[in-house]
Structure formats: C-alpha cells, structure tokens
C-alpha cells in the first residue's frame, strides 16, 4: 500500500490537500477521477462567476465609483469580471484542463494584450483592486473531489477482488 496526495493549488494557494492509501498499480492511471474533478471544479468557477463570488463564500467587491463608470460606458450592462467574455470564456474553457494518469492541470488563457496576468490579478487582487476569486472551492467542493478519488478506488478493488 502507499499513499497518493490529491492536491489542487490555484495561483500558489492550496485550496485542496488529502492522501489515499492504495496499492500503486491502482493509482498509476487516475484520469478517470481527475477528468471528473475537472468537471466539478469547471463547473464551481461558472457558479462562482454567476454569483457574482457569493458561491465560495466572499461575494465580490463592487467596483470603484470610477471604474464603473468608465465600465458602463465601454461594456454596457456587463458583470463583474466580464468586459467583453474572453477571460470569463477562457477560464471555463474546456481546453484549460488537461488531464494526465496522473495530474489534472488547470491554465486558462486568460492573458490579453494589455494585461498578460489578468485572470491571476482579480484572483489575488492587487493595490488598489481587491481580490475577486473566480476558483474558491468550498469545503463541499472539497469533499466532492475527494468522493470522485475515494469511490474510483473502491469500484477498483472491487473490481480487483471480485476477479
């Protein structure tokens, strides 16, 4: 038996950390759970940008008096984080996970001509703009990703000892 670490860090913030005992031929292909907490996790920042950051919990700042006003004239009627759709398109793009035997690495494109780091920006925030987390998985979020792991393993020795 040896452990294997679930881990999932965004912009160097570990926001996922747990370990599985398994028998190494178990977990040397894991694809199949790491395609699905692709998915989960695809579909928590979609919510997150609907929500406006109310789903992880810190709803996002509004924005300064000044910015939303330039905002409205340039982007009438857009949400937060959205001016024209690419960085909101590109972080829930499928093309931003690839998924390996045995890593799932997320990298939207969110760079534009003006700001290479943009999508990391509203992440962690910067002087004067505060943070406004589009990936902030919950502790729901959390256990899901650990259930997909957990019950992948399970069906695997049953299949194993069923044989």
């Known amino acids: 038996m040896t452990f294997t670490r679930l881990t999932f860090d965004v912009d160097g913030e570990r926001q ?63 949400p937060l984080l959205v001016a024209n759709g690419d960085m909101r398109r590109e972080m829930l793009a499928e093309s931003a996970f690839r998924v390996t035997p045995k890593r799932l690495v997320y990298e939207p494109s969110t760079a534009s001509k003006n700001h290479p780091e943009i999508g990391g920006y509203h992440q962690r925030g910067s002087s004067p703009n505060p943070a406004r987390r589009m990936v902030d998985l919950t502790p729901e979020d959390r256990r899901g990703s650990e259930r997909e792991v957990h019950d992948w393993l399970n069906a695997r020795r049953r299949r194993h000892f069923a044989a």
């Open 16 to 78: 996922v950390s747990r370990a599985f005992m398994a028998m190494e031929a178990d977990v040397r292909d894991m694809s199949e759970p790491l395609g699905a907490i692709g998915r989960l996790i695809r579909e928590a920042i979609g919510e997150e940008f609907d929500q406006k950051g109310a789903r992880g919990g810190a709803p996002w700042p509004a924005l300064s008096p000044e910015y939303e006003k330039w905002k409205e004239a340039h982007y009438p009627g857009r």
